[in-house]
């Protein structure tokens, strides 16, 4: 996407997938807001599912998202559900996510506003989060909350294996939609590791 090389009906496919994924998580994410780890992070101003929809009404008229057969995508919409017995998992969900979101999007939207020759205000609905005027601050926040809810070192240590394993969803749902043949997506860790991605300060903050 940065540099422009991801055709217009790739990003359609892409947009359709995590419509589905963000759908699991938020759903999941409310359904135990009262859970203090989840409620540590839980914020509706982060909340994308409405944003997909106004993008995809641009990149993919009248398409269902349920109706396109993905495996990454249920795949990852599977973890979610296996995750919501505890609030820590879904704490990695959702740092994975939504700090990535934030930390990047705005760029990702430049580009595909300047590939795509795109009007002001259409298609990029993702990558803005109006009630979130200023990120950095807004990110260091949201660390300083998951570094105060006081996890035991065996609690960390589960919420660090479920940020790699997100990580390797994520990999296989951006891999998916411009896959040519069936080359299998490479395992969780090594998806991570090979991904510049936030894990890596999550995992630093969170073993120290």
Not at 22 to 34: C, D, H, I, N, Q
Not at 72 to 99: F, K, M, N
Not at 124 to 136: Q, S
Not at 171 to 190: G, H, I, V, W, Y
Request: proline share 6%; glycine share 8%; net charge negative.
């Amino acid at each position: 996407m940065l540099e422009g090389r991801l055709n217009a009906s790739a990003y359609a496919d892409l947009l359709l997938r995590l419509r589905r994924v963000y759908a699991a998580l938020e759903a999941a994410v409310g359904a135990r807001s009262a859970d203090p780890i989840v409620a540590a992070v839980h914020d509706t101003a982060l909340e994308r599912r409405g944003a997909i929809d106004a993008d995809l009404a641009h990149w993919a008229p009248g398409v269902d998202p349920e109706s396109i057969e993905s495996p990454a995508a249920s795949a990852y919409v599977d973890r979610i559900h296996a995750g919501t017995d505890w609030g820590g998992l879904l704490l990695a969900h959702h740092y994975t996510r939504y700090l990535g979101d934030l930390s990047g999007g705005q760029v990702i939207g430049r580009a595909l506003q300047r590939t795509f020759d795109l009007p002001e205000d259409t298609g990029v609905a993702f990558y803005d989060f109006p009630l979130i005027p200023k990120p950095k601050p807004y990110k260091d926040a949201y660390r300083a909350r998951i570094d105060g809810l006081g996890l035991s070192p065996a609690d960390v240590d589960r919420v660090v294996e479920e940020v790699k394993v997100v990580f390797g969803l994520n990999q296989a749902l951006f891999d998916e939609p411009r896959r040519t043949d069936s080359t299998a997506t490479a395992p969780p860790e090594r998806a991570c590791l090979r991904t510049n991605c936030h894990i890596i300060d999550m995992t630093v903050r969170v073993e120290r």
